[in-house]
């Protein structure tokens, strides 16, 4: 039984910096994933507070929230066959020397402290960090594929 899933995915503000924008949408959409929300914001204290709650009290904790509220961020919610776990199998390993080869972070990045993107780690997580950022009406699932609009569209006239 296959079954959509929704996952949070963020290109990071050095990525963004960087303009690697489209090159890292681009990787997801012609994966075959649908974009079904995107925008561009500056993270606010509460939403970096809430996005890396798991992490507080890390060592890392505080320069990766400087981080994320280093420059805007393009956020979007991405849908597909097992898109959680696809995802995170296109960025490749937290740390960039050791992302397999043609992954996201392998391609570019060096460190893990600069690593230009986010992927949610699990179904619950998605949910958990889509509505940090997202409204569901901000969210387009419904998109129709193009053979749809054909029929329904174009043969209806
Ligand atoms: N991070 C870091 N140092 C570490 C571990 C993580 O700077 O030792 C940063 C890194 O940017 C990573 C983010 O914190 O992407 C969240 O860490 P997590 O373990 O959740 O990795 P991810 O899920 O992003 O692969
Ligand atoms: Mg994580």
């Known amino acids: 039984m296959h079954t959509e899933e929704r996952t949070f995915i963020a290109v990071k ?3 963004v910096q960087r303009g690697l924008i489209g090159e890292i949408i681009k990787r997801f959409e012609t994966k075959g994933y649908k974009v079904i929300g995107l925008k561009m914001l500056r993270v606010s204290d509460a939403q970096a507070k809430a996005h890396y709650a ?3 009290g890390k060592p890392f904790y505080p320069r ?3 981080y994320i509220q280093s420059g805007p961020i393009v956020a979007m919610v991405i849908q597909g066959y097992g898109a959680v776990a696809g995802a995170r199998h296109m960025m490749g390993c937290t740390d960039p020397l050791k992302a397999d080869m043609g992954t996201i ?4 990045a060096q460190v893990m402290e600069y690593n230009v993107v986010h992927g949610s780690d699990s179904v619950e997580s998605a ?3 889509i509505a940090i950022y997202f409204n569901e009406n901000e969210l387009f ?3 129709k594929c193009m053979s749809e609009l054909v029929i329904e ?3 209806a006239d």
């Open 54 to 56: 798991e992490h507080e």
């Open 127 to 129: 949910e958990r960090e």
């Open 64 to 66: 990766l929230i400087r």
């Open 105 to 108: 972070r392998a391609d570019f």
């Open 13 to 15: 503000p050095d990525a």
């Open 153 to 155: 569209s174009l043969d």
């Open 141 to 143: 699932a419904d998109g």
